[in-house]
Nanobody, 123 residues
Framework: QVQLVESGGGLVQAGGSLRLSCAVS???????IHWFRQAPGKEREFVAT????????NYADSVKDRFTISRDNAKNPVYLQMNSLKPEDTAVYYC?????????????????WGKGTLVTVSS
């Protein structure tokens, strides 16, 4: 049984920073990690992804140059550093694991999900 646990969410003022973590347990096979977010009344949207090696990363245009996804040589956990936060970044942030060779950005292509962590950015 694969489990993903997010942490690091909270309340921050606009312009501030938070670092989210995603810890994976239960399986050692190679996987990519993807962050998604879902604001109230909106669909879940792609935020960032990182390959197993950590070499490949990809970001949504809305967070590019503000968010950084990373994983060290231990591969676990995966971090999402969020800087220059805006009120529109307010959402529940989910990490997801994909145990396939290719990277994907569609929520339906993920294999396992965490339960999410709430990020609230006040203006």
């Amino acid at each position: 049984q694969v489990q993903l646990v997010e942490s690091g969410g909270g309340l921050v003022q606009a312009g501030g920073s938070l670092r989210l973590s995603c810890a994976v347990s239960g399986r050692s096979f190679r996987y990519s990690i993807h962050w998604f977010r879902q604001a109230p009344g909106k669909e879940r949207e792609f935020v960032a992804t990182i390959s197993w090696s950590g070499i490949y990363t990809n970001y949504a245009d809305s967070v590019k140059d503000r968010f950084t996804i990373s994983r060290d040589n231990a591969k676990n956990p995966v971090y999402l550093q969020m800087n220059s936060l805006k009120p529109e970044d307010t959402a529940v942030y989910y990490c997801a694991a994909r145990f396939k060779e290719t990277i994907a950005t569609n929520p339906s292509d993920m294999d396992y999900w965490g339960k999410g962590t709430l990020v609230t950015v006040s203006s």
